[in-house]
């Protein structure tokens, strides 16, 4: 009698322990039996300024097979001859299917993935004959469309996830797609939308047996946010056909907002190729090219500013007092000393004139007098004191900084040199305004990114303040975007008008429009490893700027040449939304420039 | 007697027992078997509907039974004994393998079991033979008959029909022997080969952290030495015997410890030693007090040591594969979730999802959707734990316990031996049965396809158990009657 109760109590505990203590069992059943279909949302679509549509879904279609009903009667050759593959590669993916160390949910009762990321035109053949094939199905999923085949770098790419982003991001699993760079990726969070699912009850066989609950724990999926960019995709299209055959960038900013209205770097590519399943081959073509298409030299790549610098020196220098409105130089032409003047033009030159001509020599001097107006003091701290000025005002312009707080990938810093580098090379006595001539100029130790030199162009356009580039315009209005170089208005309006002067009779002057009003600078940067870099910076209308760009083509020489006409014809497109000039259209896209990479 | 006296004196309470017991598990077959396009629990196309059926000639068939007198069947006790003989050795010839088992024959379009009802034709014979009244144990010759009246079917069931959960349900009649006075010796005997044949073979290959052995060896001698101390103490009180033989055992290992230093011993030798240390004791002892019972001991204790060198020889050679694949499984010696191991993980699953409150009648996911094998008949017990939860599952495990424990009262009022032994096989029997199903299901047991009774979907169980409970009713009826 007391073995009776004590069997029966021994198994009234154990039930205890399973049913009431234990938790593992009731989720070991769930995974049993209830099968979380996931219901994948649309991806948010992306629009330019003027509400072009830029990127949409388009979709794609999978093969999918189900075993167990293949097993009368299918005729392998014909199903393989409606996909175009042959029957050892058929063999293959059967095999990968049935390997469950890689496919953990095998069932030969439930659909399995047998082709992915096929077209419409891929399977149109098979879908006419699908009912001879017992167990074949064709499934729907999305991928990304471009209606242009522009603007690569910024709007970036989807892809499938990779095991870093499942382990970061407990959203995804494997197979889903996510944006993988550029504001696709910047973006993932509203663009990808949220995930819905459909618990659906299976049997021990894997046999779909309706849904748990009558659906009353499914989930809808939401679409993902719209983004709608500063972007003109007009302006991008004519920037990247300008850029056509070289290597470089063209960046154009709304001033008065901040926002990009073009960002392009040569060489790129149709963001269409990385759609689908050629996406892994065509994108290990990009990273293998020897002109590194995938570098956004708009954001990531360097250069000194050459002659652009010349305007930021123009306002540091009048604002520190090194030199007034009136201040003149004598210029001795090629003649000059330390530094060469590399134009022809009276002696000596005002401060406007310097600017139109591109006059070395007087900024040298502007720069030298800068730095030594209080002289060097006791172990040269006053003129390192200056040097520091110096250094945070032209800081002041975004340079030798990355932009926060904004919306672009990969960023550059550039670099504007340090006091201590100095110190470390010549001793802190060993250095004087002399030894550091170059920056005066824009060359040596200053390095800048094509971005930095557009949202140069667009402080001096707004006379003393830059809002941060960006591309989303939900941006444009937030205050930690806008910066004050605390500069008087009045040295801007100066040198807007010895940029004015550079487009009608100085440097620029083949590429002006009167009408526009423009204002630019250009400059030609001196490259160790081959022709010059040619440099643009602009703006215009000078009184009420609408559009600041910059320029820069590797290895093309003169930036009068080759990039003040880009600039020209970017501020023509976007105040005329025509181009007029069609002669200087046509030299520009049909002019081909070799990337030392190809020359040898 | 009248039909008044039987229906006064029918045990009402077992009756209101067994119908809630056959009903609840005729609604959980109902649930087992449910699939999403429904039918009704009587549509006999269905296995519920089939199992009303069955209950319903149970029901018939039982009723009748209570109607038949109490000796009828003590008459043709050894005739019905015979030809069942003659209808389990039949069998095969008539049977199909099912599942390897060749104990089911085809009647139409019905299946019947002949092994179910041998359990009750064994009962009756067995209280016949031990009922008579001059039937004592005085010796073992005295168990030999009965030995012999159960291990007959019994074996043809297990090697003839290869049947072997249907045959293990006869050691349920050992407990009846050891309530009418078979040695409580022969049961812990048992018991302790049980363990000794368990611990052979789990640790019969863990070597031991030193010296030379294995783990499972030592362990097997610890019971045997626990086994001897126990009979020194409890029956011989022989306090100072059992401090020398605790002090010869622990020296040997002293020693065997000590000299492992240098070089590597083999404790198994060291084991034996010391056990043959014992023996000879044992033997002065016999000799020289004249204890002959010890030399029962020391039978004992070879006997044992013989076994375990042939358990690991049984267990390798005789057994079936899928038979000590499911003993390996149990034992821990092998995992496989998918493979033997997957009806237990599968039934473990479906019971432990069920929570304290269950998932409602018919909302069960795991038995709805078939991921537990035989859900509807061995492993039917998981319906209950995943649909109706822990109270459900607890209280129909202590209905069968109130079940139970009032058979056994019934055992114990019978006034005539004839009744009492045939009770007892009852309750033995059903005992056995919730024990053996119960425990598999909570894998706590090894595998053993027998069923729940009055629970799981079968005709033949059904009809046996009930005409089993119903000649025990009608025993219990009679015994006022019978000696007016």
């Not at chain 1, 030969?108 to 993935?113: A, F, K, L």
């Not at chain 1, 920037?239 to 060489?267: D, Q, R």
């Not at chain 1, 971005?451 to 830059?466: C, K, M, V």
């Not at chain 2, 005085?138 to 030999?144: G, M």
Request: with cysteine; charged share 15%.
């Amino acid at each position: 009698m007391g073995s009776v109760v004590l069997v029966v109590l021994v198994f009234i505990s154990r039930l205890f322990w399973l049913q009431v203590i234990d938790q593992s069992q009731k989720a070991k059943a769930d995974s049993n039996a209830l099968l979380r279909q996931v219901i994948y949302p649309s991806r948010g679509l992306i629009y330019d300024r003027n509400g072009e549509l830029l990127v949409f879904n388009q979709p794609i279609y999978e093969v999918t097979l189900i075993f167990q009903e293949m097993r009368h009667g299918f005729d392998t050759i014909a199903f393989c001859q409606c996909l175009g593959i042959d029957s050892l590669e058929f063999e293959q993916r059967i095999s990968a299917i049935r390997d469950r160390k890689r496919n953990r949910g095998f069932s030969t009762y439930t659909p399995q993935i047998f082709m992915a990321q096929l077209s419409k035109q891929d399977v149109a053949s098979l879908r006419e004959v699908s009912y001879k094939f017992p167990g074949v199905g064709i499934r729907k999923r999305t991928l990304r469309g471009y209606t242009y085949p522009y603007a690569a770098h910024i709007l970036g790419s989807v892809g499938e996830v990779s095991q870093a982003d499942i382990d970061r991001d407990k959203y995804y699993q494997a197979g889903d797609y996510s944006g993988r760079d550029g504001l696709e990726r910047t973006y993932e969070q509203r663009l990808r939308g949220e995930k819905g699912v459909e618990v659906i009850m299976r049997d021990s066989r894997g046999r779909i047996q309706g849904s748990y609950h009558d659906g009353a724990e499914d989930v809808d999926a939401i679409t993902g946010t719209d983004l709608h960019l500063s972007l003109d995709i007009r302006l991008q299209q004519l920037a990247e056909e300008c850029l056509h055959g070289k290597v470089g960038s063209v960046v154009a900013l709304e001033p008065a907002t901040g926002e990009i209205l073009a960002l392009a770097s040569s060489p790129t590519w149709n963001p269409e190729i990385l759609v689908g399943k050629q996406r892994s081959t065509q994108y290990n073509i990009l990273l293998n090219d020897p002109t590194k298409p995938l570098f956004n030299r708009a954001t990531q790549a360097t250069y000194p500013p050459g002659s652009t610098f010349k305007t930021i020196q123009s306002v540091v220098c009048l604002q520190e007092g090194g030199i007034t409105p009136r201040t003149t130089y004598p210029c001795s032409g090629p003649g000059s000393s330390p530094i060469k003047c590399t134009h022809h033009h009276g002696s000596p030159v005002s401060l406007l004139n310097a600017i139109e001509q591109s006059c070395n020599p007087y900024f040298w001097c502007a720069f030298r007098d800068m730095l030594q107006k209080e002289g060097y003091g006791d172990n040269n701290a006053v003129f390192r004191k200056r040097f520091n000025l110096w250094r945070d005002d032209v800081m002041k312009f975004g340079l030798g900084q990355r932009f926060e707080n904004t919306d672009l990938g990969e960023q550059s810093a550039g670099k504007i040199p340090l006091e201590r580098e100095f110190n470390r090379t010549y001793g802190e006595k060993g250095w004087k305004a002399i030894t550091i001539r170059s920056l005066s100029i824009g060359q040596g130790e200053i390095l800048v990114t094509p971005l930095q030199l557009a949202n140069q162009a667009a402080t001096l356009a707004n006379r003393g303040y830059y809002i941060t580039p960006h591309l989303n315009t939900e941006l444009t209005n937030s205050p930690e975007l806008r910066h004050e170089t605390d500069m008087d208005s009045t040295w801007f309006n100066l040198v807007a008008q010895g940029m004015h002067q550079v487009m009608t009779a100085g440097t620029g002057r083949w590429y002006n429009i009167d009408s526009l009003q423009m204002c630019g600078k250009t400059g030609t940067v001196q490259n160790p490893h081959g022709k010059d870099h040619a440099i643009f910076i602009g703006f215009a209308p000078m009184d009420a700027p609408k559009i600041a760009v910059a320029v820069v083509v590797e290895n093309a020489g003169f930036g009068a040449t080759w990039a003040a006409p880009v600039a020209s014809l970017m501020i023509e497109q976007y105040l005329t939304d025509t181009i007029r000039r069609k002669h200087i259209y046509n030299k520009m896209v049909n002019a081909v420039l070799e990337h030392p990479s190809e020359q040898q | 007697m009248t039909r008044n006296s039987i229906i006064s004196g029918i045990d009402w309470w077992t009756i209101a027992l067994f119908l809630v017991i056959a009903l609840f598990g005729w609604l959980n077959v109902y649930g087992a078997s449910y699939t999403f396009d429904q039918t009704s629990p009587f549509d006999l196309s269905n296995r519920a509907g089939k199992q009303f059926l069955w209950f319903g000639i149970a029901c018939v068939l039982g009723l009748a039974v209570l109607f038949i007198e109490g000796r009828t069947h003590e008459v043709i006790a050894y005739l019905l004994y015979a030809f069942w003989i003659v209808v389990l050795l039949i069998t095969p010839f008539l049977a199909h393998d099912t599942k390897g088992s060749m104990s089911w024959i085809d009647l139409g379009p019905l299946k019947f079991q002949p092994a179910e009802l041998a359990k009750m034709i064994t009962a009756l014979a067995l209280a016949k033979y031990m009922g008579r009244f001059d039937y004592r144990v005085r010796s073992w010759r005295d168990l030999v008959v009965p030995f012999v009246l159960l291990a007959l079917p019994a074996g043809i069931i297990m090697i003839w029909q290869s049947e072997t959960g249907s045959a293990l349900v006869f050691a349920s009649f050992l407990i009846m022997f050891y309530r009418f006075g078979m040695s409580g010796y022969v049961l812990t005997g048992g018991l302790s080969f049980a363990l000794l044949f368990i611990l052979s073979i789990r640790f019969g290959e863990v070597p031991l952290p030193w010296g030379s052995g294995s783990v499972g060896v030592l362990l097997c001698y610890l019971v045997l030495l626990a086994v001897i101390v126990g009979f020194m103490l409890l029956h011989e009180r022989d306090l100072k015997s059992t401090l020398i033989l605790c002090c010869v055992v622990i020296l040997a290992y002293a020693a065997g410890l000590i000299v492992n230093i240098w070089w590597t011993v083999n404790f198994n030798l060291v084991s034996l030693i010391a056990l043959v240390l014992i023996l000879l004791y044992f033997t002065g002892v016999v000799l020289y007090r004249r204890r002959f019972i010890m030399l029962l001991v020391t039978g004992y204790t070879v006997l044992a040591l013989l076994f375990c060198e042939a358990c690991t020889i049984v267990f390798n050679k005789v057994l079936q594969p899928h038979q000590r694949t499911r003993i390996e499984v149990l034992l821990g010696l092998k995992d496989d979730p998918a493979g033997a191991g997957y009806n237990v993980n599968q039934s473990l699953i479906a019971i432990g999802s069920g929570q304290f409150t269950g998932k409602g009648f018919l909302k069960g996911t795991q038995t709805k959707l078939r991921f537990v094998p035989e859900q509807d008949t061995d492993f039917i017990f998981c319906t209950v734990g995943e649909e109706w939860g822990f109270l459900g599952s607890a209280g129909l495990l202590i209905v069968y316990l109130i079940f139970i424990l009032r058979l056994i009262y019934i055992a114990e009022r019978q006034r005539d031996n004839y009744s009492r032994i045939y009770a007892y096989c009852v309750a033995g029997i059903f005992f056995f049965h919730l024990t053996i199903n119960v425990g598999m299901v909570l894998g706590l047991l090894p595998v053993i396809g027998i069923p729940l009774p009055f629970f799981s979907y079968g005709g033949s169980s059904m009809i046996s158990f009930t005409l089993l409970l119903a000649i025990l009713l009608r025993l219990d009826a009679e015994r006022l009657s019978k000696w007016q």
